[in-house]
């Protein structure tokens, strides 16, 4: 990755060594990837955050996931949580070991590290007023921003401060406007203090409007990045048609027009969002495919790069990385000439399917969720009285 932040070892006069990592809102080439569920699923598939950090073709590595927050507020990191102890007469994690490698893989790669709020498992539906939104705002503030002296909110990763936080909610929630408007306040006023730039990213599903987070998404709020997940979903990249230059069913156009006429920060950038693995999410491309669909979206102006789901999935999928940087690197070309966008809206309609490996399995599929198709791994009986249907070789879906 280029032109990113230049980032100085502590206690040395000289730059050295430049490294060239984390978000840049000037590249279309940015590349997130999820860690700490380990969708994978396998003892070993998943291993501590600094393992990761020295790969160079990553910039932004989401910790999934916050997934409570109004107290007692929780954070879950699947095996890593192993390695963490709980604060006392609290079931919240302290992670020293989180705390350690926030700081390398801030310090010493450069990486820019978001903890992600929500995740399949969260079910708080938001906050019961605007009050209760902006207080714990600021309380999250307070326990994963930069150290408030006085303050007595547990710390889990410590001293360490993430660089800002990412949103993945996947069911409806009411009052997350405000919760988000005051994170980025709060962000802001702190980087206008002498604390450094933080980022404020969400992850939609390609659905638009997403039913979970268009509140926010349309807010005040100004968001750097959204990485939408272009899975699991009838809009997403595995319904990318090669070589045409209408697309009914994959949708970056509608984003990207959001993303001109509706974000309140008009230079949002938007991340292509992809399962990193054949079992990672419906909808998993490779090939000739993923090479298509990353030239095809990357003629918006919104284009910002891709995000991955996830870290255990990539490192079991040896090259598929390797095969994004490249795409992303060419300019053009392959079977797909670039097009002029078009502004056709698409109707799709809503899933409140979670992202694959993150969903307890055994349990009932609600009315919309996935059920089936290729690389799904998750529960396949829906919550009666609906039936799985398949509407392709990738998706099947309770209705
Ligand atoms: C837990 O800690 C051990 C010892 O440092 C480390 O090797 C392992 O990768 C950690 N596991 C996770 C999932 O973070």
Same mark, same amino acid.
């Given at each position: 990755?280029?032109?990113?932040?230049?980032?100085?070892?502590?206690?040395?006069?000289?730059?050295?060594?430049?490294?060239w990592a984390g978000f840049s809102s000037s590249s279309n080439k940015n590349v997130?990837?999820?860690?700490?569920?380990?969708?994978?699923?396998?003892?070993?598939?998943?291993?501590?955050?600094?393992?990761?950090?020295?790969?160079?073709?990553?910039?932004?590595?989401?910790?999934?996931?916050?997934?409570?927050?109004?107290?007692?507020?929780?954070v879950n990191f699947a095996n890593a949580g192993d390695n963490c102890t709980t604060?006392?007469?609290?079931?919240?994690?302290?992670?020293?070991?989180?705390?350690?490698?926030?700081?390398?893989?801030?310090?010493?790669?450069?990486?820019?590290?978001?903890?992600?709020?929500?995740?399949?498992?969260?079910?708080?539906?938001?906050?019961?007023?605007?009050?209760?939104?902006?207080?714990?705002?600021?309380?999250?503030?307070?326990?994963?921003?930069?150290?408030?002296?006085?303050?007595?909110?547990?710390?889990?990763?410590?001293?360490?401060?993430?660089?800002?936080?990412?949103?993945?909610?996947?069911?409806?929630?009411?009052?997350?406007?405000?919760?988000?408007?005051?994170?980025?306040?709060?962000?802001?006023?702190?980087?206008?203090?002498?604390?450094?730039?933080?980022?404020?990213?969400?992850?939609?599903?390609?659905?638009?409007?997403?039913?979970?987070?268009?509140?926010?998404?349309?807010?005040?709020?100004?968001?750097?990045?959204?990485?939408?997940?272009?899975?699991?979903?009838?809009?997403?990249?595995?319904?990318?048609?090669?070589?045409?230059?209408?697309?009914?069913?994959?949708?970056?156009?509608?984003?990207?027009?959001?993303?001109?006429?509706?974000?309140?920060?008009?230079?949002?950038?938007?991340?292509?969002?992809?399962?990193?693995?054949?079992?990672?999410?419906?909808?998993?491309?490779?090939?000739?495919?993923?090479?298509?669909?990353?030239?095809?979206?990357?003629?918006?102006?919104?284009?910002?790069?891709?995000?991955?789901?996830?870290?255990?999935?990539?490192?079991?999928?040896?090259?598929?990385?390797?095969?994004?940087?490249?795409?992303? /690197?060419? #300019?053009?070309? %392959? +079977?797909?000439? *670039?097009?002029?966008?078009?502004?056709?809206?698409?109707?799709? =309609?809503?899933? !409140?399917?979670?992202?694959? /490996?993150? #969903?307890?399995? %055994? +349990?009932?599929? *609600?009315?919309?969720?996935?059920?089936?198709?290729?690389?799904? =791994?998750?529960? !396949?009986?829906?919550?009666?009285?609906?039936?799985?249907?398949?509407?392709?070789?990738?998706?099947?879906?309770?209705?």
């Open positions: 990755m280029f032109s990113k932040e230049l980032v100085t070892l502590a206690g040395l006069a000289l730059v050295v060594p430049q490294v997130a990837v999820y860690w700490g569920q380990n969708s994978r699923n396998q003892a070993t598939s998943q291993t501590r955050l600094a393992d990761y950090c020295s790969n160079s073709e990553i910039d932004i590595i989401p910790l999934a996931f916050l997934n409570v927050i109004v107290n007692p507020t929780t604060f006392p007469n609290s079931n919240l994690l302290s992670c020293p070991q989180i705390e350690q490698d926030i700081k390398t893989c801030q310090s010493t790669y450069g990486k820019t590290i978001l903890l992600s709020i929500g995740g399949a498992t969260y079910t708080e539906g938001g906050f019961t007023s605007a009050s209760q939104a902006t207080t714990w705002a600021d309380n999250i503030w307070a326990m994963f921003g930069p150290v408030q002296s006085g303050s007595s909110l547990h710390r889990p990763f410590g001293s360490a401060v993430v660089d800002g936080f990412d949103f993945d909610f996947e069911t409806t929630t009411s009052n997350m406007a405000p919760f988000a408007e005051r994170l980025r306040s709060n962000m802001d006023a702190a980087t206008a203090a002498g604390a450094k730039k933080f980022y404020l990213s969400a992850a939609p599903q390609c659905v638009f409007p997403d039913a979970a987070d268009h509140e926010m998404l349309d807010s005040s709020a100004r968001f750097d990045f959204v990485m939408i997940q272009f899975y699991n979903n009838w809009c997403g990249a595995s319904n990318f048609v090669q070589g045409s230059s209408t697309q009914n069913a994959f949708n970056f156009d509608v984003w990207d027009n959001w993303a001109k006429t509706t974000s309140a920060n008009p230079n949002v950038r938007l991340l292509l969002g992809l399962p990193a693995n054949s079992g990672a999410g419906g909808g998993y491309v490779s090939g000739s495919q993923l090479d298509a669909v990353i030239a095809y979206s990357k003629q918006y102006s919104s284009f910002g790069g891709v995000m991955l789901w996830d870290m255990s999935q990539l490192y079991a999928n040896p090259g598929f990385l390797d095969s994004v940087v490249s795409a992303l /690197g060419n #300019s053009g070309g %392959g +079977s797909n000439p *670039p097009s002029p966008p078009k502004t056709t809206l698409t109707t799709v =309609t809503r899933t !409140t399917t979670t992202k694959s /490996g993150t #969903s307890p399995t %055994g +349990s009932l599929v *609600p009315q919309w969720g996935q059920c089936g198709g290729q690389g799904y =791994t998750g529960s !396949t009986q829906c919550q009666p009285p609906y039936k799985c249907v398949s509407q392709s070789v990738w998706w099947a879906q309770c209705q």
